[in-house]
């Protein structure tokens, strides 16, 4: 029985099929982690742009402009309700992409492990997941560096000109490995 190419042949399929597994549950893991990105950014946004109703200073509002802007540089823009088979145009190649652009990569990865075809990751999908993986690390990065600094200093303006400041969570993103390891049999 040891001897039978039909046993070597069954656990190249069985590791195939946890490869695939690996890398749709990462996956979704990204889908899910880049999801609540975009949550923590749109609370940010949410309440700057309740701030920015109100009547504020010159200097504050172009702040505030401002701020909006990079926000959704970091978190995006969600697909438009009236036309959600278009997609944003991609990024710039090199560019920072968005919580949003990541999700989006996310799925993309996890529809394709669910067509049904039960074989190992190709070689462009385990590199498009790592890809999307270090995006992913240097969005929360940037996130992290914007609560730090730009958030901030917006909240030390707003409380200088005895505005209501920004409630700003601290970001509860961490980064993650981006390394894919098949399962080994």
């Known amino acids: 029985v040891m001897n039978d190419p039909r046993v070597g042949q069954s ?3 069985m590791a195939g099929l946890r490869a695939q597994n690996e890398i749709s549950v990462n996956s979704w893991h990204g889908m899910q982690q ?3 990105g975009y949550e923590e950014v749109a609370a940010v946004k949410s309440q700057l742009a309740t701030l920015r109703k109100s009547s504020l200073p010159a200097g504050v509002a172009a702040q505030a402009k401002t701020l909006a802007a990079d926000l959704t540089k970091i978190g995006g823009a969600p697909p438009r309700a009236t036309f959600p088979f278009f997609r944003n145009a991609p990024p710039k190649p090199g560019a920072m992409q968005t919580f949003v652009q990541i999700n989006n990569n996310y799925n993309t990865l996890v529809s394709m492990m669910q067509v049904g075809l039960d074989m190992a990751p190709t070689p462009a999908q385990i590199a498009a997941w790592e890809s999307d993986c270090n995006n992913y690390n240097r969005t929360v990065d940037a996130w992290k560096d914007m609560q730090k600094h730009q958030l901030a200093d917006f909240n030390s303006v707003l409380g200088k000109n005895n505005l209501q400041r920004l409630n ?7 980064g993650v490995s981006c390394k894919f390891k098949a399962p080994q049999s």
């Not at 700003?168 to 961490?174: E, I, P, Y």
């Open 11 to 13: 656990q190249s399929l």
């Open 34 to 36: 880049s999801y609540a």
């Open 168 to 174: 700003v969570a601290s970001s509860q993103l961490r």
